[in-house]
């Protein structure tokens, strides 16, 4: 155990008289946590919406204000003809074209239904599908208040009439907001950033200035070696993570909801899965820059697959399956089940289990593939 205290003095030393790397793993994950969730928004407000009225009546005119007043449109125009509205989709000064016919309120009244046009921008899918469908909420709220105006006071005073009105509620986060749903996923990510990127650098460092040949001659066991690599990273990462849960509460006001045990019992172990792979890849890459290379195409699958941005539900079959495959993705999915539902260990404890094989195999095949010759 000598051994591996003086490793573990030689590797506090080592971080803390590199100031760079102290930056790095301190002061850039916090400005990134305060910055990344304001722009991680996929929140669509400010739709630019061309009002073609052919009608010119005051059902239409109606329509416009509600549409207006709604919070997430903008009339950007409201042009004579359909073809001129095309145009500011064509220039990019518009997404959705609502395009109200003629004998639109005279077909209402006396039919009780009227077709509209609605054309929208694809070339941001996102934008146009979710603006499209607010769009149509706001249509059918117009539809509605019209069917309670004009089709209750034709019915007989006898006759109670038969309305089933929907209310609905927000568990865990009642307005919806979508910083409840990210800033646990982007706190993830940049606990992922900083394990595997800092350790695949670490022993490619001291193969690169040489100090790895002075340690191959040592009587230190393999195990010694990468435990002594790891041990204080992993002290780093959970003060990055307590770092990490205080910015998250003060500049957003969230606060785990679930035990702060059980959540740093799954941040402990994941750090420890993680840091494997940093140090898996370390083993292999001969340079830092190919360490950076290799390190970084995994922190893409990691990102881009781990349901961070999108749901891993609506992925296909075999993304899905990937998916299950990268410890990320269970550490997001229990973060966002400890901060915001304050689910317990009994419902998270098959996760824990994931990160445990993670852990285990990583650093395995870590201490395997370390060439260490004596």
Do not use: C
Request: charged fraction near 15%; hydrophobic fraction near 50%; glycine fraction near 6%.
């Amino acid at each position: 155990m000598k051994v591996l205290r003086f490793i573990l003095q030689k590797e506090f030393r080592q971080i803390f008289r590199d100031k760079t790397i102290l930056a790095m793993m301190f002061f850039v994950p916090t400005i990134q946590l305060i910055i990344l969730p304001l722009a991680a928004n996929f929140e669509v407000k400010n739709v630019n919406v061309v009002y073609v009225d052919h009608d010119h009546s005051s059902y239409s005119q109606k329509l416009i204000n509600k549409i207006s007043s709604s919070g997430y449109f903008h009339i950007k125009a409201t042009p004579a003809s359909y073809l001129e509205g095309l145009k500011w989709i064509e220039t990019g000064d518009a997404d959705l074209i609502l395009e109200i016919p003629s004998g639109f309120e005279r077909n209402l009244v006396r039919e009780g239904s009227q077709k509209v046009n609605i054309a929208a921008d694809a070339i941001n899918g996102t934008k146009s599908n979710i603006g499209n469908a607010y769009l149509n909420v706001v249509l059918n709220d117009f539809s509605r208040d019209l069917d309670i105006r004009f089709k209750l006071p034709q019915q007989s005073a006898s006759i109670s009439p038969s309305l089933i009105t929907l209310t609905s509620t927000n568990w865990y986060n009642p307005r919806a907001e979508y910083k409840y749903y990210m800033v646990p996923g982007i706190l993830v990510l940049l606990l992922t950033l900083i394990g595997g990127f800092i350790t695949s650098l670490n022993i490619v460092k001291e193969k690169e200035i040489g100090t790895i040949e002075q340690i191959n001659v040592t009587p230190i066991q393999k195990w010694q070696f990468i435990l002594g690599k790891l041990i204080p990273f992993w002290i780093v990462g959970i003060i990055v993570f307590t770092v990490g849960l205080t910015v998250m509460y003060l500049v957003y006001g969230i606060f785990p909801l679930g035990s702060l045990a059980v959540l740093y019992l799954f941040a402990g172990v994941y750090l420890i899965a993680v840091l494997g792979l940093g140090l898996l890849i370390s083993t292999f890459a001969d340079t830092q820059l190919q360490a950076m290379f290799i390190a970084f195409f995994f922190m893409m699958i990691f990102m881009l697959m781990s349901g961070l941005f999108t749901s891993t539900d609506s992925m296909p079959d075999w993304a899905k399956t990937m998916s299950e495959f990268t410890p990320v993705t269970h550490f997001i999915k229990v973060v966002r089940l400890i901060v915001l539902k304050g689910s317990g260990l009994n419902e998270v404890g098959q996760e824990l289990f994931y990160l445990v094989i993670f852990a285990i195999v990583l650093n395995g095949l870590t201490i395997y593939n370390y060439r260490k010759t004596s």
